[in-house]
């Protein structure tokens, strides 16, 4: 059974660095697959920031590229999301998911979910 | 980017009876190459992550009630439960993977 699960501060500060990890169990991400990052604000929607393969290539929601960072540690079965410059804007629940077949594909597999809050 | 635009925004329906949500994206999402609509639908409950129930517009996922259908093409897509149950209260979400993938604004659905 394939489990993921997000980790890291729940608190950033204004133009500071968020950080996350997802930690994938049942699978390992060397072997295949699309790894990715959604989040959602608070009462809002979902939106996508991007995915990577665990040969390393990334893919990014346009309107976030020029903050957004996603690696993967296929030692630790692990990807990572770094999102730079943050705004209170970018206070949301962030997911880590699966997609199988493409890195635009639907998500079958989503971790729990961390609350992230922007405040100083 | 396609937009996805869900309808109604919420809707209560009474148990047993049923529920019908839609979704229309801005562009097709049918791909002339495999003849499949790159769709998907999800639910979320409360403090949940969401769940996927279908893709390429009406292939369930496995274990998913076979309550939940969806059909549609192109540009037009629906989400049925036959029968609404407790525990389908939840939001509902249409998903493109056409392209860079969007999601739609979600539908509430309640008990009446």
């Known amino acids: 059974q394939v489990q993921l699960q997000e980790s890291g501060p729940g608190l950033v500060k204004p133009s500071e660095t968020l950080s996350l990890t997802c930690t994938v169990s049942g699978y390992a991400i060397s072997s295949g697959y699309y790894w990715g990052w959604i989040r959602q604000p608070p009462g809002k929607g979902l939106e996508w920031i991007g995915s990577i393969y665990h040969t390393g290539s990334t893919y990014y929601n346009t309107s976030l590229k020029s903050r957004v960072s996603i690696s993967a540690d296929t030692s630790k079965n692990q990807f990572s999301l770094k999102l730079s410059s943050v705004t209170a804007a970018d206070t949301a629940v962030y997911y880590c998911?699966?997609?199988?077949?493409?890195?635009?594909?639907?998500?079958?597999?989503w971790g729990q979910g961390t609350l992230v809050t922007v405040s100083s | 980017d396609i937009v996805m635009t869900q309808s109604p925004d919420s809707l209560a329906v009474s148990l047993g009876e049923g529920a019908t949500i839609n979704c229309k994206s801005s562009q097709s999402v049918l791909h002339s190459s495999n003849n499949r609509n790159y769709l998907a639908w999800y639910q979320q409950k409360p403090g949940q992550p969401p769940k996927l129930l279908a893709y390429w517009a009406s292939t369930r996922e496995s274990g998913v009630p076979d309550r939940f259908s969806g059909s549609g093409s192109g540009t037009d897509f629906t989400l049925t439960i036959s029968s609404l149950q407790a525990e389908d209260v939840a939001i509902y979400y249409c998903?493109?993977?056409?392209?860079?993938?969007?999601f739609g604004g979600g539908t509430k659905v309640e008990i009446k």
């Open positions: 998903q493109q993977y056409y392209s860079a993938p969007t």
């Open positions: 998911a699966r997609s199988p077949y493409y890195w635009n594909c639907y998500f079958d597999y």
